[in-house]
């Protein structure tokens, strides 16, 4: 049973128009983030979520916002994609206290700029 | 201009070898090292991980083995199987499970 829920699998854009991807969760984990993760490159994370506390990483663009209303839900907002936005978008939870490094993934969030 | 993409390394094994992935990292201070398998399509799974108390630690078919001298760990795959074909990324914890993914190695199985 899925655990990490992402939504839409696949999300088509056109430059500049906004978008949101949507991540849920089942396990109760105080932590989220999100990684963009470009083809055949690594994860890179943009930021997370402790608990209600945002951290977000130095180099993550400003155009890269994330929201998290509740425990179990995450937001990725894409105010203006661009060409070089395109990428699989993923969505992650870990449990503080749990097994350092132990990352739950989603299947991911693949997105196109037309 | 023509864009070139980026090409991952890639290990060809036959059924039943043993695989060997390695990764180096430049952080001598790092204390904290995860492997994760991506299959085609999926998000990363969590393999197995090290401290650098440690300079081996062994799961099911898995091995890792840090060297902690080189700044060199790597992940053994014993009797790889088909459905081991994966890409493999080294990751350095951060700190509050904020992970670093190194470059990863593609693994290709043939029967």
């Known amino acids: 049973d899925a655990m990490v829920i992402q939504n839409p699998r696949y999300q088509v854009t056109q430059f500049g128009k906004p978008v949101t991807l949507s991540c849920s969760q089942t396990l109760n984990h105080n932590v989220m983030y999100w990684y963009q993760q470009k083809s055949s490159q690594a994860p890179k994370l943009l930021f997370h979520y402790y608990d209600k506390d945002f951290n977000n990483e130095a180099d993550t663009p400003d155009n890269f916002q994330s929201r998290r209303p509740n425990t179990s839900f995450c937001f990725l907002d894409i105010r203006s994609p661009g060409l070089g936005d395109a990428a699989m978008y993923l969505c992650?939870?870990?449990?503080?206290?749990?097994?350092?490094?132990?990352?739950?993934f989603g299947e991911g969030s693949r997105l196109t700029v037309l | 201009g023509e864009s070139v993409g980026l090409h991952l390394p890639t290990l060809s094994v036959q059924e039943g070898d043993n695989s060997i992935i390695n990764c180096a990292y430049s952080n001598s201070a790092s204390d904290y090292f995860i492997w994760y398998k991506q299959e085609s399509g999926k998000g990363p799974q969590f393999i197995i991980d090290?401290?650098?108390?440690?300079d081996k630690r062994q799961g099911q078919r898995v091995t890792v083995l840090l060297n902690k001298t080189v700044k060199h760990l790597s992940l053994q795959i014993a009797a790889t199987q088909p459905g081991d074909s994966a890409v493999y990324f080294c990751a350095e914890n951060r700190g509050y499970s904020t992970l670093t993914f190194g470059k990863g190695t593609m693994l290709l199985v043939s029967p």
């Open positions: 090290i401290r650098s108390n440690m």
């Open positions: 992650a939870t870990s449990k503080s206290g749990g097994r350092d490094g132990e990352l739950f």
